[in-house]
């Protein structure tokens, strides 16, 4: 049964706003189809579609690639269900249930370490949208646009200007809150299905495929094989790539109770995600292959970027495409790299920050990120920086599980998540033995993050740490998970509710 919602009466002004608050029953629209849509919207974007090339130029083959992308997904399926159940039977958003293990003050914390990334990413993305803008155009006119590059930001004016157009066009859901990023998934996700297996039908019929062969990449063996360039070299490839495939969704991993807290029930969550997460990323990621290997016949080489291929077809087959990415890039980025800030920030000063006004935060944030400076200096470690990523998220994860599985067995005191000096104050409203369990959780990863990322400033990294640093999200999690339960050891009584006073 849900807890009684909270209200400005019973939570301090400090720590509670209505946005924070408990949903509503009539809030609770959610069904199992809005989340299947959900994922399936967020599924069909260009850098999950573009996953299985880095993983086919480590080389594996084409099926290596798919089966390890959906195995990726399968397993950061399991923390999203966990901790996405929480948010489904209480009604609370991310940054109110880390206030159970990390403090009423504490959960700022990883809520601060989630919002800033995402802000980088919807920034990111907001580029790539930008950029089609700047293609279409182009295509439009019949030329490429051109011009000199502003002082101090580094492009032109017509590509600052297409990124603020498609700025402006995501800021319309930003204003008009969650339900109308519902909606827009809803929408969206059946036309992007659609479309896609359109663009497999045309690549295919385009090269020759339909009657004939299906491309050189899908006859292309794997290199690990006996006699292959990297024989025996396989799980040296398998565990980065995994972790990797993790990290892609692990910020969704922590923030999932923003979007169950909208759940009808707990099975809507539950079947919801399980249907729209790891099929569909193992089929987008097979579509990738074919199509690419299609371009390979068609163009002479591997097109593994859905925008140059866009750009590169004739008719009216080139605005569709390019408008149909558009629209994917939007529902993607907004439902991904939007609500979640939004809610942390607005738990960094409830009183003052609404949801709203976190989304405008979020927003005006990306543009002085400047993201096309920040994919300067790291698209070339865009799958280091993902692993990297990760090896702060699964601690948090960690933490998360254990404290609301094992320490509480699924039970909150909902009121008390509220309060500055109620059961989840701990010391000053921090949790120190969570805040050690993070730090222990990320620590043995940091040397082997700075080898991958830094490889000339940081090259004499023992080998055991750069082993380790393969499984960054995986000993992250384990770590932080076994240091707050020991830590943790009893100082919660038997019902799980509420933490004994010193």
């Known amino acids: 049964m849900v807890e009684p919602r909270a209200s400005s009466s019973t939570g301090s002004s400090d720590l509670w706003n209505e946005d924070l608050a408990p949903t509503s029953a009539a809030q609770r629209t959610w069904r199992w189809y809005h989340f299947a849509a959900l994922w399936v919207g967020m599924v069909m974007c260009i850098p999950a579609y573009t996953l299985a090339a880095s993983l086919i130029e480590s080389g594996m083959s084409w099926n290596q690639a798919v089966l390890t992308v959906f195995l990726g997904n399968l397993i950061v399926l399991v923390p999203m269900l966990l901790i996405g159940h929480a948010g489904a039977k209480y009604g609370i958003p991310y940054a109110v249930l880390a206030r159970a293990s990390f403090g009423t003050s504490g959960a700022k914390l990883p809520a601060l370490l989630r919002a800033l990334v995402a802000c980088g990413w919807y920034g990111i993305q907001t580029w790539f949208g930008g950029m089609m803008i700047y293609t279409l155009a182009g295509v439009l006119i019949g030329h490429p646009l051109e011009g000199d590059k502003l002082p101090g930001l580094g492009i032109n004016l017509a590509q600052f ?298 090259p004499e990294v023992a080998d055991i740490f750069k082993q380790v640093y393969t499984y960054a999200w995986f000993i992250g999690l384990g770590i932080a998970a076994l240091v707050y339960r020991l830590a943790m050891a009893g100082k919660v009584n038997e019902q799980g509710l509420a933490l004994k006073r010193a």
């Open 161 to 458: 200007g297409c990124f603020l157009a498609f700025w402006a066009i995501q800021f319309y859901y930003v204003v008009h809150g969650i339900d109308a990023i519902r909606k827009l998934e809803t929408y969206t996700a059946p036309v992007k299905i659609i479309i896609c297996f359109v663009l497999l039908y045309w690549a295919l019929d385009k090269a020759g495929a339909i009657s004939g062969g299906m491309g050189p990449i899908l006859d292309q063996p794997s290199a690990f094989v006996e006699g292959g360039k990297k024989a025996g070299q396989f799980s040296a490839v398998f565990w980065p790539s995994l972790t990797a495939m993790v990290g892609f969704w692990a910020t969704l991993a922590l923030n999932i109770p923003d979007f169950t807290r909208f759940a009808k029930s707990q099975q809507d969550q539950i079947v919801g995600q399980a249907i729209g997460l790891p099929a569909p990323m193992g089929l987008l990621a097979a579509l990738a292959v074919f199509v690419t290997s299609a371009t390979v016949v068609i163009y002479g080489k591997a097109i593994w970027d859905p925008v140059d291929l866009a750009s590169r077809m004739s008719g009216a087959a080139v605005l569709i495409a390019l408008i149909v990415l558009l629209i994917d890039t939007v529902s993607v980025n907004l439902a991904a790299n939007l609500v979640g800030p939004a809610y942390d920030f607005s738990a960094l000063a409830p009183k003052a920050i609404s949801y709203k006004t976190g989304g405008y935060i979020t927003a005006s944030l990306a543009i002085l990120m400047m993201p096309w400076k920040i994919l300067e200096s790291t698209q070339g470690y865009i799958f280091t920086w993902l692993i990297g990523y990760s090896a702060l998220l699964g601690p948090v994860a960690g933490i998360l599980i254990v404290d609301y599985y094992l320490l509480r067995k699924t039970r909150l005191d909902v009121a008390q998540l509220y309060q500055e000096r109620g059961a989840y104050s701990y010391a000053g409203g921090w949790n120190w033995a969570a805040v050690a369990a993070f730090v222990l959780g990320v620590l043995p990863n940091v040397p082997g993050f700075l080898n991958a990322a830094f490889p000339a400033a940081f």
